[in-house]
């Protein structure tokens, strides 16, 4: 294809000498470059703060900056000299910011001063700190039920600004926590605890030294997670096969160069990183991961036919679980055609993996959003934890399994109460520790909370962080729902566009980011985080912050629960907020497993939360783990119809979530531009289109379920891809207008982001 259309092929590594231009770039764009290489060098040191990117955890020991180009631009886009003042809000309306795409919106800088929306002038003005803290606390009064009220948190937050957070909405009386990870990994979070009796990964980065299998499924860590490259490439050059089940060919998980690595810098050498790639259907993988079972079933019956022992662990399934020969009749019971039908795979291929399973002693399965974000997301992470069981891969050195979070606190968030279910060990913490009782009731989930403000059964909402009108599905009936509001409350970096969706009020505050310092009234503090492998550690920032009117989240958080809770339990509030450590005595009071917190985050690199899975400790009903049977093999929306292609969404190399740092997508090839779609050339010429159509993808109902009417993504460039035909790929959030909120997994109710039913038609 021409070089002008920003379409080409990408023919490097990932990673490699690219990476470390595309960081030079992300500084040069945001700050200068001395202070940019400076901030940089301090990252995801011991005593450095802790890298916004990822949730991936820090090696033990690293004194060596651990490169990374993703979490370069995240720390440049929050450390930018760019400023978004009151000034800057004068010269611009509501209205004209609305007209402006995601990245220019954000591109306006860090806030400097609290704000509210002047509906005189469509323009947000300044405003002091206890004035909005005031309004904040007259409308929450003046609600009839303390349930109209929402509280949503994007996993940025530290432990200690959440704790704060949830501890206040419980004491004004809800449970109405929506939270970015009901949007990410709630399929992992409501599916692993029936499994394993916990919704946590339980592998060390130490196992993976260990493993002599690593399945990686559904996730792209060369753009997501890049440190966990430096990871895969050592255990690819130990000889550890890796297998991929993936509809696209990532770059990264094909062949990436280690920008750690002197030699293969110097002569543009790469190492190989899947040895199996499956490029299975969108939304095949529960069909899939059931076929590898079978295999693996078929092997151990050979085995034992030969006068062998079997393949299976028969003292683990024994000893540890349930459910064993209900799973084995429903695979036995599973057609293989049907299994290939629905997987896209061919049965040899499935075979092939389940020989090298029944062969690796420890095999660890990572996987991320391909696997959540679908209808069967709950069953795709019960049928991984199936496998694992079958061989006893849990509670051994180089076993486990492995969900790759993605906010880098978003784990640690729910730990410590952002949890719209509301445990009763939680309930029971609070009440010893703060004498009050706090709400019962399941709360909203993120879709529940729209669907609630669409409905006008709640009228405020507060958000801590995030974009979440932008990041939930159907704009057109989420954007409608938040001009609804009451009163809505953004507590930001940032500007964005749920900011702009004005409610009857809205107000805008500003708070600090990680990288900065972070002074109270007993001194400079430090927070800390949860990463994906539950070590928890402290971060310190030391930056001069954006502006001196801006505050910290917990800061912030406190300011509202002293203006709303007038005094009510006595909570000390200020005091906590003085010094970061008394919060950290209130949630070593409250919840288990974080005994001695803040003498234990003082050690380099924190400690580890008990992970009973870990060690053959299964905390389920009956102390057991559960072999989960998804029963046959469920069809996905294509069945809707003809033509209809299922669609799943991406992130691009170049952003974070909402927030668009660049138009390219280097490895796949996509330059200055996001208004393309992946498809099948096939699938293409079968409607009589080639590659660089102009086309129009248009939403196709599923079992009723629709985006608000008109739900058409219209004009993009169509790119001939190595996808199964009958899949296509396009940008997060863009095509989210695609994507009926009712359409989420039934079971979490994680919106089926990654299986959304569309038509492709020439545009026009
Ligand atoms: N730089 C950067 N880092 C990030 C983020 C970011 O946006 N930018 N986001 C953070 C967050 S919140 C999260 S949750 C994580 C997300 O990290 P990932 O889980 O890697 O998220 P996605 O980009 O959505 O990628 C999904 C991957 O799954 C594949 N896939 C799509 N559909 C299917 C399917 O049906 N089956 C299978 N097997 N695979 C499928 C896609 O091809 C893609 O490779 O990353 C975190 N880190
Ligand atoms: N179609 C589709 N939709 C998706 C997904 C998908 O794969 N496909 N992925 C889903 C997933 S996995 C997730 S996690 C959600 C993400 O949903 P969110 O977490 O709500 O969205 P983000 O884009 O991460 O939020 C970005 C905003 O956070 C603010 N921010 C940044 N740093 C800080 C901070 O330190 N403190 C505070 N208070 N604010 C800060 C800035 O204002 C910035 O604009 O999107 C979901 N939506
Ligand atoms: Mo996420």
């Given at each position: 294809m021409a070089n002008d259309s920003g379409i080409r092929d990408y023919a490097h590594p990932a990673g490699g000498w690219d990476a470390l231009g595309a960081v030079a770039k992300a500084i040069h764009g945001q700050m200068n470059a001395i202070s940019g290489t400076r901030i940089m060098l301090r990252n995801n040191?011991?005593?450095?703060?802790?890298?916004?990117?990822?949730?991936?955890?820090?090696?033990?020991?690293?004194?060596?900056?651990?490169?990374?180009?993703?979490?370069?631009?995240?720390?440049?886009?929050?450390?930018?000299?760019?400023?978004?003042?009151?000034?800057?809000?004068?010269?611009?309306?509501?209205?004209?910011?609305?007209?402006?795409?995601?990245?220019?919106?954000?591109?306006?800088?860090?806030?400097?001063?609290?704000?509210?929306?002047?509906?005189?002038?469509?323009?947000?003005?300044?405003?002091?700190?206890?004035?909005?803290?005031a309004r904040i606390a007259a409308v929450l009064h003046a609600l009839p039920s303390p349930d109209m009220a929402e509280f949503y948190t994007s996993g940025r937050a530290s432990n200690e600004a959440a704790f704060l957070y949830q501890l206040f909405v419980r004491a004004y009386g809800t449970n109405n926590f929506p939270d970015c990870s009901n949007m990410c990994h709630e399929a992992t979070s409501v599916g692993l605890p029936r499994s394993i009796g916990i919704g946590k990964g339980t592998v060390s980065l130490e196992d993976f030294d260990q493993a002599d299998l690593i399945l990686s499924i559904g996730h792209n860590p060369g753009t997501n997670h890049p440190r966990m490259m430096t990871t895969l490439h050592a255990a690819s050059r130990r000889g550890t096969p890796i297998v991929v089940l993936n509809p696209l060919r990532e770059r990264a998980l094909e062949r990436f160069a280690a920008p750690q690595d002197p030699l293969e810098m110097a002569t543009f050498g790469a190492t190989q990183i899947a040895s199996d790639y499956l490029q299975v259907k969108v939304g095949g993988d529960a069909a899939a991961l059931k076929g590898i079972m079978k295999g693996v079933l078929a092997l151990d019956a050979n085995d034992l036919a030969a006068g062998g022992p079997g393949v299976l662990d028969r003292d683990f399934i024994a000893t540890h679980t349930n459910g064993f020969d209900a799973l084995v009749q429903d695979l036995h019971a599973t057609a293989w055609p049907d299994i290939e039908r629905a997987s896209g795979l061919d049965r040899p291929a499935m075979e092939r993996v389940a020989a090298l399973y029944c062969h690796a002693r420890s095999t660890i399965v990572a996987f991320g959003m391909g696997i959540t974000q679908h209808r069967l997301g709950t069953d795709n992470v019960q049928q991984i934890s199936n496998l694992l069981m079958l061989r006893g891969n849990y509670g051994r050195p180089g076993a486990g399994i492995c969900p790759l979070r993605g906010h880098s606190n978003v784990q640690g968030n729910r730990t410590v109460g952002i949890d719209e279910k509301a445990p009763l060990a939680l309930r029971q913490g609070i009440e010893r520790v703060y004498g009050f009782v706090p709400p019962a009731e399941c709360g909203h989930d993120a879709g529940e909370a729209i669907e609630a403000i669409a409905a006008g059964r709640s009228r405020f909402l507060m958000c801590l962080g995030g974009n979440l009108a932008v990041a939930m599905a159907d704009p057109g009936r989420t954007f409608a729902a938040m001009r609804r509001l009451e009163l809505a409350v953004h507590i930001a970096t940032k500007p964005n566009r749920s900011h702009l969706l004005i409610g009857r009020q809205s107000l805008l505050l500003p708070c600090l980011g990680r990288t900065e310092l972070d002074l109270?009234?007993?001194?400079?503090?430090?927070?800390?985080?949860?990463?994906?492998?539950?070590?928890?550690?402290?971060?310190?920032?030391?930056?001069?912050?954006?502006?001196?009117?801006?505050?910290?989240?917990?800061?912030?958080?406190?300011?509202?629960?002293?203006?709303?809770?007038?005094?009510?339990?006595?909570?000390d509030w200020e005091g906590m907020v003085a010094d970061y450590d008394r919060i950290r005595d209130g949630i070593e009071g409250v919840l288990p497993g974080f005994e001695r917190f803040n003498q234990r985050i003082r050690q380099p690199g924190g400690f580890r939360l008990p992970i009973g899975p870990a060690e053959r400790v299964w905390p389920t009903a009956s102390g057991r783990a559960a072999f989960i049977v998804m029963p046959g093999i469920q069809e996905d929306p294509r069945t809707a119809g003809d033509q209809v292609l299922t669609l799943t969404t991406l992130r691009s190399h170049d952003q974070y979530n909402t927030t668009i740092y660049g138009f390219d997508d280097r490895y796949r090839g996509i330059v200055g531009r996001r208004d393309i779609v992946f498809v099948n050339a096939d699938d293409l010429a079968a409607q009589g289109l080639a590659a660089g159509d102009r086309v129009d993808l248009e939403a196709a109902p599923f079992e009723g379920e629709?985006?608000?009417?008109?739900?058409?993504?219209?004009?993009?460039?169509?790119?001939?891809?190595?996808?199964?035909?009958?899949?296509?790929?396009?940008?997060?959030?863009?095509?989210?207008?695609?994507?009926?909120?009712?359409?989420?997994?039934?079971?979490?109710?994680?919106?089926?982001?990654?299986?959304?039913?569309?038509?492709?038609?020439?545009?026009?």
């Open positions: 040191q011991p005593h450095g703060f802790d890298c916004p990117g990822c949730a991936w955890p820090d090696p033990k020991h690293t004194s060596t900056f651990e490169f990374c180009e993703n979490g370069a631009k995240a720390v440049t886009w929050e450390a930018t000299r760019k400023r978004a003042t009151p000034e800057v809000f004068q010269r611009h309306s509501v209205t004209e910011l609305l007209g402006w795409n995601d990245h220019d919106i954000e591109d306006l800088g860090r806030l400097t001063h609290p704000m509210a929306y002047d509906a005189a002038t469509d323009r947000y003005v300044a405003i002091g700190w206890d004035d909005a803290f109270q009234a007993g001194g400079a503090q430090s927070i800390t985080v949860e990463d994906s492998m539950s070590m928890v550690h402290a971060s310190t920032g030391r930056l001069p912050p954006p502006s001196d009117q801006v505050r910290s989240e917990p800061a912030i958080v406190a300011g509202i629960a002293k203006a709303v809770l007038a005094g009510r339990y006595g909570i629709a985006p608000a009417p008109g739900a058409v993504l219209r004009n993009l460039t169509a790119v001939a891809y190595d996808i199964p035909r009958g899949c296509a790929g396009a940008y997060y959030p863009e095509a989210n207008v695609l994507v009926a909120l009712a359409h989420r997994d039934p079971q979490s109710g994680t919106p089926s982001y990654k299986s959304v039913p569309v038509r492709l038609r020439r545009a026009g």
